[in-house]
């Protein structure tokens, strides 16, 4: 069965740090891994990745993923406290359309 | 608003009543997405469908929950016969076409609550 594991599961920081989300996976047939925000409402895309090495970036978030060792990690430069949210990992794996997503990371940025 | 829209944003059934809940995909996408989420935990894939066509249902329970997407009008998933278990909130996502390369963009989802 197709498993993604996000960690850590909960994260307060203060505004202005850096933080690292972190999502591993094991699966048959990976395709392309996504990374979701997900406010009180619809997760919006963030990203969405498909190869080793090369790093995805937006303003203060980037993402990059590795495929040797299975995993991506999400970072988030200078939080402010409108990042305050659950950050979700998805990977879709082979011809299916459908996402695996994991449980997620509750970042939570203080003043 | 060109986004995914579904309705109600909540929906609240005794047990035993049918929920019903609706979904329109993004202007021009016609693959849609079901997934429901649990409290603490991640969402869970339930069914893909194209127009008028139910593409993968693995995800979905075998008996009560069905699906549909008509050539007109939003895709609904409805439950039978609901039981606590099932309140939970189940969005919606939509996307240009299939496969890895397209992303699914969601809606904000509905909220059931079966008491």
């Known amino acids: 069965e197709d498993k993604v594991v996000q960690s850590p599961l909960s994260l307060v920081v203060h505004e202005g740090d850096t933080v690292t989300l972190n999502c591993s996976y094991e699966v048959t047939n990976f395709r392309s891994l996504l990374w979701y925000k997900q406010e009180k409402k619809a997760p919006t895309f963030l990203f969405m990745l498909t190869s080793s090495g090369i790093e995805k970036k937006s303003g203060r978030l980037s993402s990059i993923l590795d495929k040797k060792e299975l995993f991506s990690i999400l970072n988030i430069t200078a939080t402010q406290t409108g990042d305050s949210a659950v950050y979700l990992c998805a990977v879709h794996t082979g011809t299916a359309s459908k996402l695996t997503f994991g449980t997620g990371t509750r970042l939570q940025v203080t003043l | 608003n060109a986004g995914v829209m579904q309705n109600p944003r909540h929906l609240v059934r005794r047990r035993g009543q049918e929920a019903r809940l609706r979904c329109s995909p993004m202007k021009g996408h016609s693959h849609v997405y079901w997934y429901r989420q649990l409290p603490e935990e991640g969402l869970k894939f339930m069914v893909y469908?194209?127009?008028?066509?139910?593409?993968?249902e693995s995800g979905m329970p075998k008996e009560r929950f069905s699906a549909e997407f008509p050539k007109e009008g939003p895709s609904i998933l409805r439950i039978q016969q609901v039981v606590r278990g099932d309140s939970a909130a189940y969005f919606c996502?939509?996307?240009?076409?299939?496969?890895?390369?397209?992303?699914?963009?969601f809606g904000p989802g509905t909220r059931l609550t079966v008491t």
């Open positions: 996502a939509s996307s240009l076409s299939q496969g890895p390369s397209y992303e699914q963009y």
């Open positions: 469908l194209q127009k008028e066509n139910i593409i993968d």
